[in-house]
Every structure is written in structure tokens, then in C-alpha cells.
């Protein structure tokens, strides 16, 4: 009888510290993804904050300054009238997200708001992808096809009407890729805030049980970006932020059960 209840708690604690082995595993890989996933996510921010810094807020201001000089000129058309157009083309940016979207939609569980942030910054490089496409075969299609006169090329440029025909083509381009730049940078944003809130989720679980030998991830400093007004408001993106509600606190649902016991006997009554 002793050597069965012997077998019988060797057995239990062979399997307890075997499951106790292979849960600290799983924790250290999430953690390790987590990490890794930050690191994509804070290279496709930088990426998009770099051409936004140096092409598209500098064209789109350029372009800007172009159309309402033009629309000076046109008010009052005393005199010629020069402008340098802008026909500088962009090179494509790498984002990387394939292996982003591998880490984070494979590796572990991060929950609707981070999957939503991750697909939004999926899709938001993948618009800009297309717009700079557009935006390059744009400037070749102008250079081939230039209409004859500067004043023609000028209004042709900036959308004004010219013989009642009027191309707003380059404007709403560069509309687009301003756009679509912010959105790269802020759902980048809230993809990082929701990794390092399930990284911080992780060690607090976990960190009691096992030795993790992981460092915690600390929080980019976008300060830098925030000076120079790199970094869009929220205000454009209320919609998609109002749709995540806040999951209700321990009241709050101790609140709605008494509220459901009570309906019954109002019933009645």
C-alpha cells in the first residue's frame, strides 16, 4: 500500500512540476513575442514619422503655399506670374508588416483593441503604399503629357479650372498621404500602448510564480515627435476609439445584478 501511494505522489508531483515547467515556458515565449512585436511596431512609428517629417508635410505646406498664391494671382492677374512646381517623387517605405502581423496575430493573445490597432496599421500602410505609387505615376504622367503654356502648367498643378476643365488630382494625393501617414502613426501608437499593457499584464501574473529572467519593455519617447507636431490628435479618430467601451468595473456589475433581481418583483407588483 506504501509503495502504491509513493508511486501514486511521485507521479502527481512529476506531472505538477512538468505542467509548472511548460506554463513558465509559454509566458517567457508570449513575453519574448510581446518584445519582439514592440521593436517592429516602434521601427514602422519611426518609419512613418521620418517621411512625414521629410517629404509629405513639406510638400503638402509647398503645395499649399502654391495654390493660395495662385488663387492671389488669379483675384488680381497684374503682371506674370511664376511658381516652381513641386514634381519630386517618393520612394517606397518597408514597413515590415507581414512579420508584425505573424508576432502579434499568431504568438499571443492580445485582445480586440490591439488586433483592431494592428489591422488598422496593416491597412493604413498599405494605403499609403498606393497613394505614393499613384503620386509617382502621376508626376511621370505630367512631365510626358505638360500642358503648353507655364500658367497652364501651373493651373493644371494646383486645380484650377483652365478652359472649364479642372484636374484636382495632386491635391487630394497629397491630402491622401498626409492622412494616411497619421493613421500609420497613431495606430502604431496604440498597437505599442496595447503590447506594453499586456506586457505589464504578463509579469504582473506571472512574475510572483516563476523567475521570468525578462526584462520589462519600457515605453518609447516620442517627445521629440511631439515637439515638432509630428504626432496627429485624437480628435480624427474619435469614432474608432468610442468603440471600445470600457468593460464595467466589479460595482458596476454588482450594480446591474441587483437591477435584474429587482425587475422581477416590480413586475409582479
Not at 505638360?146 to 488630382?169: C, S
Not at 501574473?205 to 515605453?219: C, V
Not at 479618430?237 to 425587475?263: E, I
Request: charge should be positive; proline fraction near 4%; glycine fraction near 6%.
Amino acid at each position: 500500500m506504501q509503495t502504491v501511494i509513493t508511486a501514486a505522489f511521485g507521479t502527481f508531483v512529476g506531472a505538477f512540476v512538468t505542467s509548472r515547467s511548460q506554463a513558465k515556458r509559454r509566458t517567457i515565449d508570449e513575453l519574448k513575442a510581446v518584445h519582439v512585436a514592440y521593436g517592429l511596431c516602434f521601427t514602422m512609428i519611426n518609419k512613418a514619422l521620418a517621411i512625414k517629417r521629410q517629404h509629405i508635410r513639406p510638400m503638402k505646406q509647398a503645395y499649399d503655399e502654391a495654390v493660395e498664391r495662385y488663387d492671389d494671382f488669379a483675384a488680381n492677374p497684374a503682371g506674370a506670374f511664376a511658381l516652381e512646381l513641386d514634381l519630386r517623387t517618393l520612394s517606397q517605405v518597408r514597413f515590415g508588416v507581414p512579420a508584425l502581423e505573424k508576432v502579434v496575430f499568431e504568438k499571443f493573445s492580445l485582445g480586440h483593441r490591439g488586433i483592431a490597432a494592428a489591422a488598422s496599421l496593416a491597412d493604413a500602410t498599405e494605403d499609403l503604399r498606393i497613394s505614393i505609387d499613384y503620386r509617382n505615376s502621376l508626376i511621370s504622367e505630367f512631365q510626358k503629357r505638360q500642358p503648353t503654356t507655364h500658367l497652364e502648367r501651373i493651373a493644371f498643378y494646383v486645380g484650377a479650372y483652365m478652359d472649364e476643365q479642372v484636374d484636382l488630382r495632386f491635391g487630394h494625393n497629397l491630402e491622401a498621404l498626409s492622412l494616411q501617414a497619421d493613421d500609420c502613426i497613431f495606430f502604431g501608437m496604440k498597437l505599442a500602448d496595447e503590447l506594453l499593457r499586456l506586457e505589464r499584464k504578463l509579469h504582473s501574473r506571472n512574475g510572483w510564480k516563476y523567475r521570468l529572467n525578462i526584462p520589462r519593455q519600457h515605453p518609447a519617447d516620442w517627445s521629440t515627435a511631439h515637439a515638432e507636431n509630428l504626432i496627429p490628435t485624437q480628435d480624427r479618430y474619435a469614432d474608432w476609439l468610442r468603440g471600445f467601451g470600457k468593460p464595467p468595473t466589479v460595482w458596476g456589475r454588482l450594480k446591474n445584478y441587483l437591477a435584474r433581481l429587482k425587475r422581477p418583483s416590480e413586475q409582479q407588483v
